[in-house]
Structure formats: structure tokens, C-alpha cells
């Protein structure tokens, strides 16, 4: 099994930042992507960055310029940077790793971004 847990959120004025952390734990062999995604109320799931092994990086537009997603590969640790937030980032954030195929998600850590 494979365990994810996020941390991070929390209560931010617009503009400002967060940076949201997952550890992933349990049997972690050869993770291939790590990625951050987000669900708003009414809203699907949508992705916003991700990070291969080899270290390229992929993000939404909406996101792109302000959130940088990095990986810790020796801990199994995935940051998002997150600046110049905007109301509109308000969401639950998860953590996604992809490991042979299979994808593990985490329990998500709520964003609120006040105007």
C-alpha cells in the first residue's frame, strides 16, 4: 500500500502564498509522476502541475507563471509553490503519484483564498 498526506492549506489573502508539501509512504518502489491537482465546489478535478522522474514539469494555464511544482525524490516529498493566489485557486488540492501504472491519491488539503 501506499500512503499520501498532504499539508499546506489553509487561509490566504489574495496575492499572497502557500506551499503545499505530500509525503508518500508504504511501498514506494519507482514513483514516475508526482502531480497536484485541484476540485472546487461544482467543479471536476482538473490537473495543475506535475513532475516526471526525470524532473520536466507540466502545468495548467491557469496556473503556469505563478505555481511551481518541485520533487524531492530521496524523501518522496512533492512541493507546490504557490504565489500570487487569486480567488479563483480556492480549492481542495491532491496529491496524485502514478508508480507502475497505478495511481494513488491523497486526502486533499483545503485552499481558501479570501479577496
Known amino acids: 500500500q501506499v500512503q499520501l498526506v498532504e499539508s499546506g492549506g489553509g487561509l490566504v489573502q489574495a496575492g499572497g502564498s502557500l506551499r503545499l508539501s505530500c509525503a508518500a509512504s508504504?511501498?514506494?518502489?519507482?514513483?514516475?509522476?508526482m502531480g497536484w491537482y485541484r476540485q472546487a465546489p461544482g467543479k471536476q478535478r482538473e490537473l495543475i502541475a506535475a513532475v516526471t522522474s526525470g524532473g520536466n514539469t507540466n502545468y495548467a494555464l491557469s496556473v503556469k507563471g505563478r505555481f511551481t511544482i518541485s520533487r524531492d525524490n530521496a524523501n518522496n516529498t512533492v512541493y507546490l509553490q504557490m504565489n500570487s493566489l487569486k480567488p479563483e485557486d480556492a480549492a481542495t488540492y491532491y496529491c496524485?503519484?502514478?508508480?507502475?501504472?497505478?495511481?494513488?491519491w491523497g486526502k486533499g488539503t483545503l485552499v481558501t483564498v479570501s479577496s
Open positions: 508504504g511501498s514506494i518502489r519507482s514513483i514516475d509522476v
Open positions: 496524485n503519484i502514478a508508480q507502475y501504472g497505478v495511481n494513488y
